[in-house]
């Protein structure tokens, strides 16, 4: 017999993932072409404070197309550089990348011989906030960390008439549902699975059964079982290389507990005791094994009579096991 059970558990952890919220700072950047033709710089393109002891990264927010340099006098030579400004933010949240004018930024894909890219107005607005959030260990330890809650609380009564095996439960969660996503700014989270949980158990009268049937060649001749008093218990071995538990089968360990007595021959008894005296009739039964105690009674007053009828019918013997 295998009953099933199917059972909904809830459980709920602090979990412990980060998540960066905020506010990207913005600006504006000025930048001078020295090039004698013109520097079209896409949105997107990357600007890095020229600072080495702090790497911050920008990204232009429009394109911008950077006049050539322009010629305004040949002896010397002399030139304008070709200038536009245009709009940029920060590539991460964080007060950090918020900058004041006149720094000097270096443009991806050119030197600085080539453009030149200043902070023509400040970079502000930049806030960065960490909040708890939801990870992958937090999804994997709650699950696990519900399940095995559930299987310490768990219990199930035995019938009358089924008897169910110790720690043969197979427990199995069919359906779980987190509360929250991977990654979503939460503090708590919290999973609601549905268990099924499968265990296996005997019908006490068949079992019964089975050991007097399977033991009788066990017993000495001349005694039989006391089944007033016999226990029976099994005991799961547990899943391992040598033993099965699963669903269906179990490997496990029969123990049994119970007394074993003689068996008494009424008619031999009768026959041995016809025509004794009570001296030889008390003698007789106190020499029977396991005979705790033992009545005699005469039905009959014949004077200076102290012997048992030799005619075995009418003598009667009553067996009463405690």
Do not use: C, M, W
């Amino acid at each position: 017999l295998f009953p099933s059970h199917d059972i909904t558990a809830t459980k709920e952890i602090e979990t412990t993932g980060k998540t960066d919220t905020g506010v990207k700072s913005d600006g504006e950047v000025k930048f001078q072409n020295k090039t004698d033709s013109d520097i079209v710089l896409k949105a997107g393109t990357k600007l890095t404070l020229d600072d080495p002891k702090e790497e911050l990264v920008y990204e232009l927010s429009e394109t911008v197309t950077v006049p050539k340099r322009t010629l305004v006098s040949s002896a010397p030579e002399k030139y304008t550089f070709g200038e536009e400004v245009g709009k940029a933010k920060a590539s991460n949240t964080g007060s950090n990348y918020n900058i004041s004018s006149g720094k000097t930024l270096i443009v991806s894909g050119h030197k600085s011989t080539e453009l030149v890219a200043t902070v023509s107005s400040s970079f502000e607005g930049g806030i960065k906030k960490t909040t708890a959030s939801v990870d992958d260990k937090d999804l994997t330890n709650l699950s696990a960390a519900s399940l095995d809650e559930f299987k310490s609380n768990f219990k199930i009564e035995s019938s009358d008439s089924k008897v169910i095996l110790k720690n043969s439960q197979v427990f199995s969660v069919t359906k779980e549902t987190f509360d929250g996503k991977l990654t979503e700014p939460k503090d708590k989270l919290k999973v609601t699975q549905e268990i099924t949980v499968t265990s296996l158990a005997y019908d006490q009268n068949e079992a019964l059964s089975f050991v007097k049937a399977s033991i009788k060649s066990l017993i000495p001749d001349g005694f039989e079982l006391y089944g007033k008093d016999l226990q029976i218990e099994f005991n799961i071995l547990g899943n391992t290389d040598k033993t099965v538990l699963n669903s269906r089968e179990a490997d496990a360990q029969l123990t049994v507990r119970s007394y074993k007595i003689p068996v008494f021959d009424e008619k031999k008894i009768k026959n041995d005791l016809a025509g004794k005296s009570l001296d030889e009739v008390q003698s007789y039964l106190t020499k029977l094994d396991n005979v705790i105690n033992y009545d005699i009674e005469l039905n009959y007053n014949i004077p200076f009579v102290k012997n048992l009828p030799k005619d075995v019918s009418k003598i009667n013997v009553t067996i009463t096991r405690q």
